[in-house]
């Protein structure tokens, strides 16, 4: 079974400090995406990348930055937190085939409060 | 801005088959139509998807309009453990996925 693991459940941040979001998958993936979830608006993309080093920004990409150094590893990087930052942080990750993006496989998710 | 969209919310009673929709009268004509579901704050799971023809898995069915301007996710059987909120989205390639809001789905006994 594909994997897609998120370095952290739960976590609790400070306004102003840097954070770091770590996700891994297994499958040899080449996509890999960045979500935020937050209550009445549905998912909303901040980043995606389809290769090493390739990054492309989503719908929300301000106050966000991402880093994919290895295949396997996607991370996400809120360089100075701030309390409209709070909310749950989905990863995931799909194979692609031809035209088709493939299915997308997510992490439990990273949920976030910056106070 | 999403390219699909779809009901705010739906019920349907337990047993009954639901029928779900979705709008994506913009996609281009190699883009696959998936739909996903998420029952409470886990990450979505996929169901199922199709390009052009009609499919169908152990979960669900997926009528997709021979226009491709929209489509319909059927569930059966609904049962109680179907409640959740169910997404459409389109994809190609290497594009962004969005998923935008999704239909909350109630099952009621």
């Known amino acids: 079974d594909v994997k897609v693991t998120q370095s952290s459940r739960y976590l609790v941040k400070r306004t102003g400090e840097k954070v770091f979001l770590e996700c891994v998958q297994d499958m040899d993936h080449e996509n890999m995406f960045w979500y935020r979830q937050d209550p009445g608006l549905g998912l909303r993309l901040i980043y995606f990348?389809?290769?090493?080093?390739?990054?492309e920004k989503g719908d929300i990409p301000e106050g966000y930055s991402v880093s994919r150094e290895k295949k396997e590893r996607f991370s996400l990087i809120l360089e100075s937190a701030s309390t409209n930052q709070t909310s749950m942080y989905l990863c995931?990750?799909?194979?692609?085939?031809?035209?088709?993006?493939?299915?997308?496989?997510f992490g439990e998710g990273s949920r976030l409060t910056v106070l | 801005d999403a390219k699909t969209t779809q009901p705010t919310s739906m019920d349907c009673a337990e047993g009954r088959a639901a029928n779900l929709p979705c709008n994506h009268s913009t996609i281009s004509g190699n883009e696959y139509v998936y739909w996903y579901r998420q029952i409470h704050s886990q990450g979505p799971q996929y169901i199922i998807h199709g390009l052009k023809n009609n499919e169908t898995n152990e979960m669900a069915s997926l009528i997709i309009t021979e226009d491709r301007k929209s489509s319909t996710l059927i569930l059966p059987h609904a049962t109680l453990r179907d409640t959740a909120v169910y997404y459409c989205t389109s994809s190609l390639f290497h594009d962004k996925i969005i998923f935008g809001k999704g239909t909350r789905l109630h099952i009621l006994p």
């Open positions: 995931a990750s799909s194979f692609v085939s031809g035209f088709d993006t493939g299915e997308l496989f």
């Open positions: 990348s389809y290769d090493v080093k390739m990054k």
